[in-house]
C-alpha cells in the first residue's frame, strides 16, 4: 500500500503543527516553506482554505491517504451522530495508532512498521495491516 514518504517537516511548518520528524524544524525556521514563506501571508485566508487545511492536518497526522481518509468519513457520515467525533474514533482505533499511544512506538510511523513487520499480536493473533481497526477489550500485545 502506498503512504506519503515526503518530508516531514516541511509538511508540520506548513500547518504550524508538529506532524512528524523532529521539533528543530520549528526552531530554525518559525516559517512557512516556500519561495514566499518568511515574508508571511498577508492575503485573507478563506473558509475553503481552513477547512482544507485542517483536514490535510488530520491526514498527514494519522499518515492516511486521500481515498482511505474518504472512506472513513463516508463510514463517519453513515453512523448516527457527530460526524467529526464518529471520524476522529475511526482513526484513534486504527492498529498502528494504538501502538503509538500504547507507548510502544515513538511515531506512528514507528507504530506503523512494527504492526507492518509482524512484532503485534491483537488477541493472541499476528496481525500485520497497520488499518485494522481495534475494538474495545480487543488485548494488544507486542511479540516475544
Do not use: W
Not at 491526514?59 to 467529526?84: C, D, M, N, P, W
Request: charged letters at 30%.
Amino acid at each position: 500500500m502506498a503512504r506519503n514518504t515526503g518530508p516531514k517537516t516541511k509538511i508540520s511548518r506548513r500547518y504550524n503543527v508538529l506532524i512528524g520528524g523532529s521539533a528543530k524544524a520549528f526552531e530554525r525556521k518559525n516559517y512557512p516553506p516556500g519561495m514566499h514563506g518568511p515574508k508571511g501571508s498577508r492575503r485573507k485566508v478563506s473558509d475553503y482554505a481552513i477547512a482544507l487545511a485542517e483536514k490535510q492536518k488530520l491526514r498527514h497526522q494519522y499518515g492516511v491517504l486521500e481515498k482511505q481518509f474518504r472512506r472513513y468519513f463516508a463510514i463517519a457520515s453513515a453512523k448516527r451522530g457527530v460526524t467529526g467525533e464518529l471520524l476522529l474514533q475511526l482513526l484513534e482505533t486504527r492498529i498502528d495508532n494504538v501502538i503509538y499511544r500504547l507507548g510502544f512506538a515513538k511515531t506512528r510511523q514507528a507504530a506503523r512498521q512494527l504492526v507492518a513487520h509482524g512484532h503485534v499480536r491483537v488477541n493472541g493473533r499476528k496481525l500485520d495491516v497497520a488499518s485494522a481497526n481495534v475494538k474495545p477489550g480487543d488485548k494488544v500485545a507486542i511479540k516475544d
